[in-house]
């Protein structure tokens, strides 16, 4: 379907991504599963096609976009039938690059982002605590200055791209005596820094993401590593929350979208009680009904992200995008492996996968019920 909002530009950034997600991607995604991995072969080659630069100004070798780009670039990853290859390459250009595009000094802006358009470093955000998900001003990671720097102890938890980053932003509390949100600050740590070490973590989707637990004692990183205001911290990764949750979006609507048509190309050549499934009219009118859903939802994050590129910040319709949104996608994954039958059930099979991948959905980058209370506090 055609949108109001997306123009010629996008159009062709979806027409090749969709064209590098067929060609590179999805012949290769049972290999990556098995392997729990993807090839950093394959990040390379999305960074020499400029995919990581949607975000990033030309004078840092990107192309300077904006939310829609984002959207547009994750549905297309979305639907590649593995999430865990989707999330890899967002938490990247997403959730972590943001952190330089919009609160790093000149310094690091030309230290960094060239290196993180070309694909050179992959990033990772390290947020997330055994104590403190969704409830990022619980977080107990601290710092403490330290010569002409800082020294960082603590543990982090469920970090995408963990193991496999090379540059992790990492939120830690820099003023002890301040509980709550004040006193949090964003530091970035190289991999390899003496006292780092990330370990891997199985889950039961997302095979191929690289997901870890990080241990800090003692890592030491220079005072140009901090990000932006020092205790500002939590604020930032407030703001950056509305683009990580339009981006999951953006890749759950990809994943949505794949598995109707999956689903009904299924269903079409099914044959059972005499005729293929389509002609039940119970199975089609249910299709038609997610269909309707989907179209309904992306519109309303394409708004959302559209919003956001004219300078507002539209809090409260993002988080309406991600609680309805990402229940929306389990709910449509639940008809289609049903539809698929005992095919849906079988572990090799594509809408099995994805079933299992888009659970996440509903839970990472903001809770369902968090997102349902943000909007209820602006009702």
């Known amino acids: 379907m055609k949108s109001i909002y997306i123009n010629e530009d996008l159009a062709a950034i979806r027409s090749q991504v969709r064209e590098f997600v067929e060609r590179e991607i999805v012949p290769n995604v ?5 392997d729990r991995a993807v090839p950093r072969s394959m990040l390379d080659e999305m960074g020499k096609l400029g995919f990581y630069g949607l975000r990033i100004p030309e004078e840092y070798g990107g192309i300077g976009l904006g939310s829609l780009a984002s959207v547009i670039f994750a549905e297309e990853l979305g639907r590649c039938t593995a999430g865990g290859v989707t999330i890899t390459v967002l938490v990247h250009t997403d959730l972590a690059t943001p952190y330089i595009l919009h609160f790093g000094t000149p310094e690091q802006k030309e230290r960094w982002l060239p290196r993180f358009a070309s694909g050179e470093m992959i990033t990772a955000i390290g947020v997330t605590e055994p104590d403190a998900g969704s409830d990022v001003a619980a977080l107990r990671t601290t710092a403490r200055r330290d010569g002409e720097g800082w020294r960082i102890n603590g543990t982090k938890m469920f970090i995408t791209n963990g193991g496999i980053a090379d540059l992790i932003f990492i939120a830690a509390r820099t003023n002890p ?3 709550g949100s004040r006193g949090v600050s964003i530091f970035a740590v190289e991999r390899g820094t003496e006292g780092f070490k990330a370990e891997s973590v199985d889950k039961m989707g997302w095979h191929s993401s690289d997901t870890a637990g990080l241990v800090l004692e003692d890592v030491w990183v220079p005072a140009g590593h901090l990000i932006g205001e020092e205790n ?3 604020y930032y990764i407030m703001s950056n929350f509305q683009n990580e949750r339009l981006a999951i979006m953006g890749q759950a609507l990809g994943e949505a979208q794949k598995a109707i048509d999956l689903t009904v190309e299924y269903v079409k050549g099914r044959t059972a009680f005499g005729g293929p499934l389509w002609e039940k009219q ?3 009118q249910r299709l038609a009904m997610r269909q309707a859903e989907v179209d309904a939802a992306r ?4 708004r959302a992200a559209w919003l956001t590129e004219q300078g507002e910040e539209p809090v409260r319709l993002v988080s309406e995008v991600k609680a309805l949104t990402g229940e929306l996608v389990n709910k449509v994954l639940y008809d289609c492996v049903q539809f698929h039958g005992g095919m849906g059930y079988a572990a090799e099979s594509a809408i099995s996968r994805m079933y299992r991948d888009v659970r996440i959905n509903s839970i990472g980058g903001g809770a369902t019920e968090v997102m349902l209370d943000e909007v209820a506090k602006r009702m």
Request: proline share 0%; no cysteine; aromatic share 16%.
């Open 30 to 34: 049972d290999r990556w599963e098995e």
């Open 177 to 179: 005596d301040v509980k």
């Open 232 to 234: 500002r911290g939590f």
């Open 282 to 284: 119970a199975i089609r």
């Open 299 to 302: 519109e309303l994050t394409y």
